[in-house]
């Protein structure tokens, strides 16, 4: 019930349902993942996250993935605008949904936007501890994104932004791997931006997962898209090429992991070859500590959180396996076990940690703390040699009023 008094300009809001109870249906555009081209690691690691999030035991308030290591709580994805993070979130959810509709669980949908930043002091930080309580409810699944996060959340250092945008990176700060986090299982956070590079370091680091969302790649990728947006009203042949052949998400991911062998970041790849350099081949803990130490002299935000991400991601590769959509086609088949028959189940398909494995992890995560510190100082190199030029431009002006005596 909603009772507005009029002349005190005052509105008397009833009380909300509370999340995992009767609720309204989730209405949103749901993607299939054959409808995604390119983006092979975001779309994989998506798949994986939604049958995980439901392997989740509401009797014991607990996930076995929890335990057993590899549960993704909070991940960030980055790519230049249009390249598909708004499509991926269509997919997790859609997909996500679906399975609870099968083992008839409630699933929470949220998304924290520009919208909830309030002009009122404390207030936006309300609207995001909120936001964070209905993501984590456990009675629910849930999954909580926040678009265009560096929009939302300001740096620190940022003295030109909001009051309330300190607020809600402080609250998403405290909320993600804060002393009093406690991760069940049952919910994930995804944070996306355009540029990656603004937002807050700590609360970057926060983030257990980078997914790269660069779009179509590869030419085959640019044939695959054209034809699947452009329909089938139309009689143009195809040419020389078979349509799909290289979104076949397992022969695309293993490519995709394969070119991590390496670092890919100009940067990094510097640093590896030093090391090689000096120590040969990677193939004991003591060369990855080394390794890791000499990435941490290069990038001093390459820090101890750093390496428990990246950890937690291998953990997440040795679990990386690929529960059998029958588990999920029937409620009793999985969802509905035990969590100790549950955690047997997942537990026969762990595979063990590899070295390639490892370095391939390494890579692809200090690849991205790279990526994110050249973004930055592209940036601000761009900007000292605008202001010069405006400068030189101003000094050629101020000449010419002098010669005409207006100066």
Same mark, same amino acid.
């Given at each position: 019930a909603h009772i507005r008094i009029e002349q005190d300009d005052f509105t008397l809001s009833g009380f909300d349902v509370a999340p995992g109870q009767k609720r309204k249906p989730l209405t949103m555009t749901f993607k299939k993942p054959e409808e995604i081209i390119g983006n092979h690691i975001a779309k994989y690691q998506a798949m994986k996250l939604a049958k995980m999030l439901v392997a989740y035991d509401f009797e014991r308030q607990l996930n076995p993935f929890v335990e057993l290591g590899g549960f993704l709580f909070t991940f960030i994805g980055d790519g230049m605008p249009g390249?598909?993070?708004?499509?991926?979130?269509?997919?997790?959810?859609?997909?996500?949904?679906?399975?609870?509709?099968?083992?008839?669980?409630?699933?929470?949908?949220?998304?924290?936007?520009?919208?909830?930043?309030?002009?009122?002091?404390?207030?936006?930080?309300?609207n995001c501890k909120e936001f964070v309580n209905n993501v984590i409810n456990p009675k629910a699944i849930g999954f909580g994104t926040i678009d265009d996060v560096d929009q939302v959340a300001a740096k620190r250092s940022d003295d030109r932004a909001s009051a309330g945008q300190h607020e809600v990176t402080a609250v998403l700060m405290e909320s993600f791997a804060g002393a009093s986090t406690v991760v069940r299982g049952?919910?994930?956070?995804?944070?996306?931006?355009?540029?990656?590079?603004?937002?807050?370091?700590?609360?970057?680091?926060?983030?257990?997962? *980078?997914?790269?969302?660069?779009?179509?790649?590869?030419?085959? %990728?640019? #044939?695959?898209?054209? !034809? &699947?947006? /452009?329909?089938?009203?139309?009689?143009?042949?195809?040419?020389?090429?078979?349509?799909?052949?290289?979104?076949?998400?397992?022969?695309?991911?293993?490519?995709?992991?394969g070119q991590h062998a390496k670092p890919q970041e100009d940067g990094l790849l510097a640093v590896w070859e030093m090391h090689e350099k000096e120590h040969g081949a990677i193939k004991t803990l003591a060369d990855i500590g080394a390794y890791l130490h000499r990435i941490k002299i290069a990038?001093? *935000?390459?820090?101890?959180?750093?390496?428990?991400?990246?950890? %937690?991601? #291998?953990?997440?590769? !040795? &679990?990386? /396996?690929?529960?059998?959509?029958?588990?999920f086609a029937t409620a009793g088949a999985f969802m509905h076990k035990g969590y100790d028959e549950k955690k047997a189940m997942?537990?026969?398909?762990?595979?063990?940690?590899?070295?390639?494995?490892?370095?391939?992890?390494?890579?692809?995560?200090?690849?991205?703390?790279?990526?994110?510190?050249?973004k930055s100082d592209d940036a601000a190199v761009s900007d000292i040699i605008r202001r010069e030029r405006q400068r030189e431009k101003a000094i050629h002006e101020i000449e010419t009023m002098k010669a005409e005596g207006r100066w």
């Open positions: 390249t598909g993070k708004t499509i991926l979130i269509q997919m997790l959810a859609g997909l996500v949904n679906g399975y609870c509709q099968t083992a008839g669980y409630a699933f929470h949908y949220e998304n924290f936007g520009v919208d909830q930043i309030s002009s009122y002091q404390g207030k936006s930080g309300q049952n919910c994930t956070f995804g944070m996306f931006s355009n540029y990656p590079e603004n937002v807050d370091d700590a609360l970057r680091q926060r983030a257990g997962a *980078r997914w790269l969302v660069d779009g179509p790649q590869t030419e085959d %990728d640019y #044939i695959d898209i054209f !034809a &699947m947006l /452009v329909g089938k009203n139309h009689a143009i042949p195809l040419g020389g090429h078979t349509l799909f052949e290289g979104q076949e998400i397992k022969r695309a991911v293993s490519t995709s992991y990038e001093p *935000r390459f820090t101890g959180r750093a390496v428990k991400n990246i950890t %937690d991601a #291998i953990k997440m590769r !040795a &679990m990386d /396996v690929e529960l059998p959509d029958d588990w997942i537990e026969e398909l762990r595979g063990p940690i590899t070295m390639e494995m490892v370095l391939q992890e390494i890579n692809r995560y200090a690849d991205s703390e790279f990526r994110y510190t050249d």
